[in-house]
Structures are given as structure tokens and as C-alpha cells.
């Protein structure tokens, strides 16, 4: 499994590199994701954040977390593909606002870890091919975000 962290420079982030890439280690795992896979995580600030938002998803205004997967999973599709010459299917990029994640955590009274930890099982989950935003969907995704948090806040930090 090949997980890449880029913090954007000037952003000093409570939780190191190394934690990050755990959290997502583990939600990976959690959902059988094999280990011939490779992902990023890039931790940014308001600005790029929104600039995406703006760019992608037409929402000139800041968010907290965004997923670009390298591919759709579209129902009913064949999915089979010839493999890459490196042999890790590149799965996408989570990208996380780290001044966002600070305020909702205070806005939700926990920590700014809390936070992103749950942040990055909800953008993993999208990559996923999990979306809250079709209703037959949002149940689904919640009950697997929820599981998966409690999983990571029953092992140990």
C-alpha cells in the first residue's frame, strides 16, 4: 500500500505525517482494499481548498474535505482494465482543509484529531465509491463512516 502525505507548506498540522497515514492505512483495510494500491492525501488550506471547490464542483466557497477518484465506479460497467506497469492501481487523492477541520472541531466541542480522522473515512469512503449524496446511498455511508471511526477510537493512538 503506497500512501503519499503532502501538507501544504505553512500549515502546521497537530497530528504528524506518520498519523495521518495511519488513519488512512487503516480505513483502507477496513474496507478490504488490497495492498497494491496507491492514494494521497494532501492537507491544504482554505484558499487551494476552495479554488478546487470553485473549479470542480462549481462552489465558489470552502469546504472541508474533497475526493478526486482516478476512476468511476459506474453500475453495471465492466471493470476489469489492464493493470499499470508499476502494479498499483491508483486509487486518487483525498484532499483535506486543515483550518476547516480546526473550526468544526470546535464547532462539535472534540479534538482536531477527531476530526480528521473523519474527515479523511469520509473522503476514502467517496473514492470508494460510497456517495451520501444519492439517498438510497447515505445510509449506507453513515453506518460505514460511524463503524469504521469507532474502529479507529478502539485502537490505540
Known sequence: MEINILIEEGIEVEAGADWLQGIMEKTLLAENVPSTIEISLVVSGQEQIQALN?????????TDVLSFAMQENKEGEDQSFIGPPDGLLHLGEVIISYPQAVLQAGER????????????VHGLLHILGYDHEKAAMEPAMTAREK???????????
Not at 466541542?109 to 479523511?120: D, Q, T
Open 54 to 62: 470553485r473549479d470542480y464542483r462549481g462552489k465558489d466557497q470552502p
Open 109 to 120: 466541542g472534540h479534538s482536531v484529531k477527531k476530526e480528521m480522522a473523519a474527515l479523511i
Open 147 to 157: 463503524a469504521i471511526l469507532n474502529l479507529l477510537e478502539a485502537e490505540p493512538a
